[in-house]
């Protein structure tokens, strides 16, 4: 087995204008410097899935559209995730309810934790997350990182468009707990898989 968990870091929003490339960036770097994780960047703009049009989920049949099939074996190569989560009408991004729904089997028993930003964080959008998580059979961290109010406000384009180091202080210890609970039920998860086989 190996020990290292793979993690990939998922940016939800695919909008030619995104905010999102900055906090995907930073919680990239954090969880990079750890010797626990092996952390990759996963674009969804790099899978141009088509919105569902299988017979059904791939928990009942094989998929048969090639972005999908592509989808689920990017999914599968990870032990857990963390979402990159833009709040959207206070929920997630329709391409990140979308790239979840296009995979089952690929996410079943795997963690994840959240970055998320706007106005409030993003914690209504981190909420319906989890939700999703539980009938994708995930387990979900308790802590995840939240840009939100005044730091939001200074780091966003549209307002003081300054970096997110600037504001890192505020986000650091959440960052971390976060972190360490994605590796513990990652280490937990994989060991129990491979108990199992
Ligand atoms: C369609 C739409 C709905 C939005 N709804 C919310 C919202 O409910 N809550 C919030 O805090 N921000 C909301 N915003 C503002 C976003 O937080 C902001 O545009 C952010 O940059 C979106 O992330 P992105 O740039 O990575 O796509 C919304 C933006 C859009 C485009």
Known sequence: MNSKPRIAVIIG????????????????????????????LIDLRDHPLPFFDEMASNLWMPSQNPEAVRWQQTVGRFDGYIFVVAEYNHSITASLKNALDQAYKEWNRKPFTAIGYGGTGATRAVEH???????LQMVSTRAAVHIGGGDFMAVHPAFGNKPISEIEA????????ALDELAWWAKATMAAKAAEA
């Open 129 to 135: 997350l989890r939700g999703i998580g539980v009938e």
């Open 13 to 40: 929003s695919t909008r030619p204008t995104r905010f999102a490339d900055a906090p995907a960036q930073w919680i990239l770097k954090q969880a990079q410097a750890r010797e626990d994780l092996d952390v990759e």
């Open 170 to 177: 505020n986000l650091l210890q959440t960052a971390k707990t």
